[in-house]
């Protein structure tokens, strides 16, 4: 499955931003989906997942409330709404189709970044 992930921008602090992320190759009603993160200097990390069925989400602590992933199968297509952005949000985010092993998202499937930069 091939991942294009877009919608980043300048934004500023505690403004909004979408990021939608469209898949071609394969349905992505197959996959659970995630959004990750690799801030300047630092490694990637994973900010929030959703089942299949969008039936379960996970976020990372520092994200709860503040930014929702959903996903429409129909259109093939994951997004994640991020409202009340704070400059340690700027980040590259990538998105990604994958798998749970228990509790934990394992990625299978990146797509390239999109850059997301919040001025204080």
């Known amino acids: 499955v091939q991942l294009q992930a877009f919608g980043g921008g300048l934004v500023h602090s505690g403004g909004s931003l979408r990021l939608s992320c469209a898949a071609s190759g394969r349905t992505l009603s197959n996959y659970h989906m995630g959004w990750f993160r690799q801030a300047p200097g630092k490694e990637r990390e994973f900010v929030a997942s959703?089942?299949?069925?969008?039936?379960?989400?996970n976020y990372q602590d520092s994200v709860k409330g503040r930014f929702t992933i959903s996903r429409d199968n129909a259109k093939n297509t994951v997004y994640l709404q991020m409202n009340s952005l704070k400059f340690e949000d700027t980040a590259v985010y990538y998105c990604?189709?994958?798998?749970?092993?228990?509790?934990?998202?394992?990625?299978?499937?990146w797509g390239q970044g999109t850059l997301v930069t919040v001025s204080s």
């Open positions: 959703i089942s299949w069925s969008a039936g379960s989400t």
């Open positions: 990604a189709a994958g798998e749970y092993s228990g509790s934990v998202y394992m990625a299978d499937y």
